[in-house]
């Protein structure tokens, strides 16, 4: 399978947003320092012995790290053809900084936006966020025009706040070069109440009355953390088509990852698609529980 050549680095806690919908909830503030540059270049020895050539640095915001840089172009010297990074991209609004990564060798870069305006910089606490998003974006499309091979792609999570107006969102992605923007259910978020989880979980019912307008729109979009058996059939390929990698350094995280774990469903090995779906986040049968499948 070729995205076993994939490795993803979490590099810790420390971030300038501070999510409603993060699933690590006030963890996040318990822990203000990144990892260790010798044990980030330790993870990385280890998988460029396997024959890794493909990296993402990300979580909670990697370019708070001071270290990222070096990072960067330690796996530049090892001969990674591919380095991405999953970041807000907030501090990439100043063009002197973005040049830096680019110059580095970044090849590729992930960029979580939930909304824009005023409903994204609620989601994320930041009251300015929105507007450094938008001069990233545009610094980012003279990145592409001076380096075509560059590949910009984006992240929105699924909330009660915005479903209902990602089409506009996606409709002012669509004047950018991306090659490919994510739509993610919600992971689960076992270190909230319930009630605070209906607030955030959007059914997939619900959403599924919504995707055809946000295709119409955009084409290049695909769906995390979306079963099959709950989407129209017309959209299953923007499932099956989510690029997969092997996050082969989730260790890394330690035990707390695992409040993200998806689930499978009663009948569900049955099914002739298994091995391309999603499966369900755990806390979305626990919010749904009336919530029907057809399997």
Not at 58 to 67: Q, R
Not at 225 to 251: G, S, T
Request: overall charge positive; hydrophobic content about 40%; aromatic content about 20%.
């Amino acid at each position: 399978m070729w995205w076993l050549n994939w490795i993803e680095i979490f590099l810790w806690y420390p971030c300038n947003q501070k999510c409603s919908f993060c699933f690590q909830k006030d963890l996040r503030f318990k822990e203000y320092s990144f990892l260790k540059y010798s044990e980030v270049i330790e993870i990385i020895d280890k998988w460029i012995k396997d024959g890794k050539k493909s990296i993402i640095f990300s979580w909670w915001e990697p370019t708070l790290d001071d270290n990222l840089l070096n990072y960067i172009e330690y796996c530049k010297k090892n001969n990674f053809s591919d380095i991405r990074v999953h970041s807000n991209w907030l501090t990439f609004s100043d063009k002197n900084i973005l040049d830096k990564y680019i110059s580095s060798w970044v090849t590729w870069i992930i960029i979580s936006i939930h909304w824009f305006w005023k409903i994204h910089d609620y989601l994320v606490w930041v009251d300015w966020a929105s507007s450094k998003l938008k001069q990233t974006f545009l610094n980012l499309l003279e990145v592409k025009k001076q380096i075509p091979s560059f590949v910009i792609d984006t992240n929105t999570v699924l909330t009660k706040l915005n479903y209902k107006n990602l089409d506009k969102l996606f409709k002012f992605l669509s004047y950018f070069p991306i090659t490919r923007s994510q739509i993610v259910q919600l992971y689960s978020l076992n270190l909230f109440t319930d009630l605070e989880k209906q607030h955030l979980y959007v059914s997939y019912d619900e959403f599924n009355n919504e995707i055809w307008k946000i295709l119409v729109i955009n084409k290049n979009i695909t769906l995390e953390n979306f079963p099959l058996c709950k989407v129209n059939k017309q959209y299953w390929d923007n499932i099956i088509k989510r690029q997969k990698y092997n996050n082969d350094a989730y260790w890394n995280m330690g035990e707390w990852f695992e409040e993200s774990d998806c689930t499978y469903l009663k009948g569900c090995e049955k099914c002739l698609y298994n091995n391309k779906c999603m499966w369900i986040p755990k806390d979305y049968l626990s919010i749904f529980k009336n919530d029907t499948f057809t399997l």
